[in-house]
């Protein structure tokens, strides 16, 4: 039971706006007395442990229609994921594993399914350290906001660069997130993999979670190499260098041990009371130099 | 932006409709309040188990249109226009087949999660008749037991399987 017996206080004032120019407008009104909220899981998780106080003014997002949109642009071969889009509708959708099969699984290894009815890609990608979040980063994901204006758009790895210290963000609403599908290269074959490290794998935060994408051809040579890793409170990021050292060479034993040491080099986690920096660093080196492996075969 | 106008007031409560084990009912509560709160302290009906409060042990799960749901992570004006069952709504009609299951099978021993059990079997025989066992242990992911062990739970499912495929109604027993 959560140290404060009896609950958090459950006074605040909850505005349902319609459109998201509504919903931008109360929140310049409220300023910071005023939270979006969509599923409210992650929310309520932060006022029952005291990270976050419950604000005087929530602005319900979910009955604004524009952010329930799931489609696919066919001549782009680009995804939008509506922010009000729930991790379970993800888990199911056909087209999000078809176009995203990366993602159907993070989806499937984020909490339970009793949360992913009510969670949003939304919430779990403002969290910062979401599990889908390296899923997403192998699909050069932008995210679409609303700022009062005429709508900003900006990759998601800019914007985790500078999310955790600069809180402008938090004045706009998250519309969407697009996602590119990849292509896959003639004489070509996809190689993709998705894994949470944790000690209950379905529900705490992870130790480490990583998302892989690569293409193999004929002789074993790698091309379009994507790899990201995150897990626990660590902020998820593709690993480039390790990425351009593996285009163009076949995943061998020599190419593998040298990814693998420079994981240990590079990789910088966030490590907790459980879970130190040197226990994270190698259980991602170890997770992608296994992967590797397995698409060479 | 009507709605955004008159935001549902912490003060002046208006009511949320919505529909709890099929009776439509108005909850004149504040709006954030949690739906395990208005359920065990406003409506007396304590089948719903409060335990971690945050989501993280499944006592409290109910069903909201269907699909399973923490009801301490579930504010009332969420629940607006919904359709509510809890695990008295799934005995109205007399005992479940899945309660059935949990008992002869000893898919119990304290109980005290027995009820958030239930709920999400039900929810996922409802939506899957049939579900292979790597969909039953997704589905029971959300629920915690920390007496019975998890075999009697599992059997259990399987036997509330079998009983549905065969016909067998609520109120056999």
């Given at each position: ?194 894994h949470k490290v944790g000690r209950?794998d379905?529900?705490?935060?992870s130790v480490i979670t990583a ?20 897990g626990g ?42 879970v130190?920096?040197?226990y994270r660093?190698?259980a991602a080196?170890n997770l ?10 | ?173």
């Amino acid at each position: 039971m959560a140290a404060n017996a009896q609950g958090v206080a459950e006074a605040p004032f909850v505005w349902h706006p319609s459109n998201t120019a509504e919903a931008w407008q109360l929140k310049q009104t409220f300023g910071a007395e005023g939270v979006f909220t969509a599923g409210g899981t992650l929310l309520r998780t932060q006022w029952e442990s005291g990270l976050a106080a419950m604000p005087t003014h929530l602005i319900n997002v979910g009955a604004i229609e524009e952010l329930h949109r799931l489609g696919m642009d066919g001549e782009s071969q680009t995804g939008h994921i509506g922010t009000m889009i729930t991790l379970s509708e993800i888990r199911t959708s056909p087209l999000i594993h078809k176009n995203f099969p990366l993602l159907t699984e993070a989806a499937r290894n984020i909490a339970a399914p009793s949360i992913r009815n009510l969670a949003t890609i939304g919430g779990n990608v403002l969290s910062m350290v979401g599990d889908s979040i390296p899923a997403l980063l192998l699909y050069d994901p932008v995210l679409h906001w609303h700022d009062g204006s005429n709508g900003l758009e900006e990759p998601l790895s800019e914007w985790l660069s500078t999310a955790a210290v600069h809180a402008a963000w938090k004045e706009r609403l998250l519309i969407a997130v697009e996602l590119a599908k990849p292509t896959l290269d003639t004489n070509t074959k996809r190689f993709v993999a998705y894994h949470k490290v944790g000690r209950r794998d379905a529900f705490t935060p992870s130790v480490i979670t990583a998302a892989i994408s690569l293409q193999l051809d004929p002789d074993h040579r790698l091309s379009d190499v994507r790899i990201a890793l995150g897990g626990g409170q660590t902020i998820p990021s593709r690993l480039e260098a390790v990425e351009a050292f593996l285009t163009g060479k076949p995943a061998d034993k020599k190419a593998i041990t040298q990814v693998y040491g420079m994981i240990l080099e590079s990789f910088e986690p966030k490590g907790d009371a459980f879970v130190p920096v040197s226990y994270r660093k190698k259980a991602a080196a170890n997770l992608i130099a296994s992967e590797l492996w397995k698409a060479s075969r | 932006m009507k709605d955004s106008i008159n935001p549902l007031s912490p003060l002046d409560t208006r009511a949320i409709p919505c529909t709890i084990n099929g009776n439509d009912v108005s909850l004149h509560v504040p709006p954030a309040k949690r739906l395990l709160h208005v359920l065990r302290d406003d409506l007396a009906m304590t089948g719903t188990k409060r335990s971690c409060d945050i989501g993280r042990c499944g006592a409290c799960m109910v069903m909201v249109d269907g699909a399973a749901v923490n009801s301490c992570l579930t504010m009332a004006y969420q629940c607006s226009g919904k359709s509510i069952t809890t695990i008295e709504g799934v005995s109205a009609g007399g005992m479940d087949p899945i309660q059935r299951a949990f008992l002869e099978e000893g898919g119990f021993q304290c109980g005290y999660c027995t009820p958030g059990m239930i709920i999400s079997v039900k929810a996922l025989l409802d939506h899957n008749a049939d579900p292979s066992p790597l969909e039953i242990e997704e589905a029971l992911s959300g629920n915690i037991c920390r007496c019975t062990g998890y075999g009697g739970i599992k059997r259990a499912v399987q036997r509330a399987i079998e009983w549905r495929k065969e016909g067998y109604e609520s109120g056999n027993d």
